[in-house]
């Protein structure tokens, strides 16, 4: 049993920054990748960014050059840098670690970023 709980999320002008943590607990050894995704009102869920237990990561195209992930493999948690936020950044923003074995995704419960123009 994995669980992801996220935190960070707020309200901020837009070409402003906000910094999203996700705290992993429970079988977190069985976790292999991790990353964020966000979805938006009347949207479909998008991939913003991943980064292996090794600590290679990637990127969504819309967020390249704007947002950083990292994660500290011996807290068990992986944090989203947002910079240079857009309106269109707004959404809920979902962690996620992903079983090595059978490729099982866990799910945070999300946390709400808005940007305002």
């Known amino acids: 049993q994995v669980q992801l709980v996220e935190s960070g999320g707020g309200l901020v002008q837009a070409g402003g920054s906000l910094r999203l943590s996700c705290a992993a607990s429970g079988s977190t050894g069985s976790i292999n990748a991790m990353g964020w995704y966000r979805q938006a009102p009347d949207k479909q869920r998008e991939l913003v960014a991943t980064?292996?237990?090794?600590?290679?990561?990637n990127y969504a195209d819309f967020v390249k050059g704007r947002f950083t992930i990292s994660r500290d493999n011996a807290k068990n948690t992986v944090d989203l840098q947002m910079n240079s936020l857009k309106p269109e950044d707004t959404a809920v923003y979902y962690c996620?670690?992903?079983?090595?074995?059978?490729?099982?995704?866990?799910w945070g419960q999300g946390t709400q970023v808005t940007v305002s123009p």
């Open positions: 980064i292996t237990s090794g600590g290679w990561p």
């Open positions: 996620f670690g992903r079983r090595l074995r059978d490729s099982f995704a866990f």
